[in-house]
């Protein structure tokens, strides 16, 4: 599917970046235009793959480029003052070419969080195109300001755009290092799960490799509905390309087994089942209960011989019985020089969600907290008046 993609703020902005060395590398077609909006200069002059002339810098006379740091208010207000420079930004694709809107923020920080709620509301006065965002969770660690300000801009970023997909840079943060330093790692996830599933849909990049059944922009479009929160599971396994199923040495030997006991070289079809119950049941970009799940997509990609329709449609009917939902969609996408077999899951309108009420509730203790902060201090400053006047 083509997007017009726009990256708000600095994760916004990285983010976007990375899509778009995605899908230059790759050739998957899945970006129609690509904007930069922040209120900070540098981290718009630090993107690489951006063009210039499609990064906008907003609220000079608010915060004079140098950010809206973790006030959402600010962010707002740079919004609101520049909705006509990002709109004459926008202006400049072809609109035709859209199937939908994606933007692209870190709730936890201002600029974005307090940004894109506005540009959502704008965009959906103005187009009939689906208006999505990708909002990025903050970790736990990074505190409660962070996790007070992106619940805040959930609430408004779900309730502006069409779906709501969701990214926790909680569930991905690895062992023992600083979440700054992971940000490369976890971005790369991002672009994983979300390039694979934008792709799918772009059918023309697949030439005369036709799926079995073509997952089309519409089919994404109806899964995501057009209100509510997604999350993604992921899962993939390495394959030899145009080896078939198994080598075979492979095939004399029995296959070799994962930990699933499945065959990992021996079927087609069972790779397939295995891949979505681990994509299902392993760690998903919002982490939420599956049965929660209003209706669900789901997308197997890899080299043709690994394909097949008795997998997709075994791994449909299971992921029926998991999301309890009747509205499964299922598809293939073969890649003729691709190296693994990939199987994304889209969990959409789920509704148990235990990482929303956490951020809720430090959002509520950092209120509560800073407000605490608030009056001590005022007693303090009156005290020290107060003891002020007595030496005198
Ligand atoms: P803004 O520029 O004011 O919108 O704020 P930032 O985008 O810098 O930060 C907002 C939040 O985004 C942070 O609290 C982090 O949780 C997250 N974040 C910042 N940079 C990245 C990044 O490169 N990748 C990811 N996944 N998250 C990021």
Not at 15 to 43: M, P, Q, W
Not at 149 to 168: C, G, M, P, Y
Not at 318 to 343: F, H, I
Request: glycine share 12%; charged share 25%.
């Amino acid at each position: 599917m083509k997007l017009a993609m726009i990256g708000f703020g600095q994760a916004g902005g990285k983010i976007l970046d990375r899509f778009l060395e995605y899908d230059s590398s790759r050739g998957t077609g899945i970006i129609g235009h690509a904007i930069a909006v922040n209120s900070a200069k540098a981290d718009l002059m630090g993107l690489d793959y951006v063009p210039n002339e499609n990064r906008v810098l907003i609220g000079q006379s608010v915060v004079k480029g140098h950010g809206a740091g973790t006030e959402p208010d600010l962010g707002e207000k740079c919004a609101r003052e520049d909705l006509e420079e990002i709109q004459s930004a926008i202006d400049k694709m072809v609109s035709s070419e859209i199937d939908a809107f994606l933007i692209i923020a870190g709730l936890g920080g201002g600029t974005g969080s307090g940004g894109s709620p506005i540009l959502a509301d704008h965009l959906q006065r103005l187009y009939v195109e689906p208006i999505y965002g990708l909002g990025i969770l903050p970790s736990r660690d990074e505190g409660g300001i962070y996790n007070r300000n992106a619940a805040r801009s959930f609430q408004s970023f779900a309730e502006s755009v069409d779906n709501l997909l969701v990214f926790d840079n909680d569930a991905f943060k690895t062992g023992g290092e600083s979440i700054g330093e992971g940000y490369a790692e976890i971005n790369d996830e991002i672009i994983t799960r979300f390039g694979a599933l934008f792709s799918a849909g772009e059918v023309e990049a697949l030439g005369d490799n036709v799926a079995e059944s073509v997952v089309d922009a519409s089919e994404i479009i109806n899964t995501l509905g057009e209100h509510g929160i997604t999350s993604i599971g992921y899962a993939s396994e390495p394959v030899d390309p145009g080896g078939g199923n198994s080598g075979l040495l492979d095939r004399l030997r029995g296959g070799s087994k994962d930990e699933n006991g499945f065959s990992t070289a021996g079927d087609a079809t069972n790779r397939i089942t295995s891949l979505v119950r681990k994509a299902t049941l392993g760690k998903l970009t919002l982490q939420c209960e599956v049965d929660s799940t209003e209706r669900a997509l789901l997308l197997v990609s890899g080299p043709p011989d690994a394909l097949n329709r008795k997998g997709i449609d075994k791994a449909r009917k299971w992921l029926e019985d998991q999301t309890s939902c009747m509205e499964v969609r299922a598809g293939d996408y073969p890649l003729p020089n691709e190296k693994k077999v990939a199987a994304i899951v889209v969990l959409a309108g789920v509704t148990d969600v235990p990482r929303v009420k956490d951020m809720q509730r430090m959002a509520i203790e950092a209120e509560e907290r800073s407000e605490e902060l608030r009056s001590q201090s005022k007693d303090n400053l009156e005290d020290l008046i107060q003891y002020g006047d007595d030496e005198e």
